[in-house]
């Protein structure tokens, strides 16, 4: 046998049936294929995960600092700011012109006929409310006999 392994090189022949080289060949295919399979199975999850984390990263910047106007603000947001300002400074105008013209509020008096009718009121109820005690008085002293 000694003789055997001296006498082997690159150009010893090896005699091996053909359905064991084409089934070697075949799993060598199989085993190529899966492991291509799984290597780009890992890469999509990889990336799958970096794209997740960056879009998280990018969620938390927004929400942090569009609150605080860091990161600008929509048209509409602007618009409606100057619109409110707008009508803050129309309402200040009003309430200035208010209070200059307001005199006339302050000295306002009813016509006299109208005070004396406010006042014939207040006495009627006055007048009603004692009626109707002066009623329930009678009704209990009557359901008493």
């Known amino acids: 046998m000694s003789d055997n392994i ?3 090189s690159d150009d010893t022949q090896v005699a091996m049936p053909i359905r064991n080289i084409i089934s070697i060949v075949a799993g060598v ?3 190529t294929w899966a492991y291509s399979g799984v290597i780009e199975r ?3 999850i990889e990336t ?3 794209i997740t984390a960056t879009e998280i990263e990018s969620n938390t910047e927004f929400r942090i600092r569009w609150p605080r106007g860091e990161m600008g603000s929509l048209p509409a947001d602007s618009r409606q700011d100057m619109m409110i300002e707008a009508m803050q400074r129309e309402m200040e105008s009003m309430m200035e012109e208010i209070e200059e013209n307001d005199s006339w509020i302050d000295d306002f008096k009813p016509p006299e006929d ?3 009718a406010v006042a014939d009121v207040r006495e009627i ?3 009603l409310r004692l009626l109707e005690a002066q009623l329930e008085d009678l009704k209990s002293q009557r359901r008493g006999d």
């Open 42 to 44: 890992l890469n999509r």
């Open 125 to 127: 109820k006055i007048r």
């Open 114 to 116: 109208v005070r004396e």
């Open 6 to 8: 001296q006498k082997m």
């Open 29 to 31: 295919a199989v085993a």
């Open 48 to 50: 799958t995960q970096a």
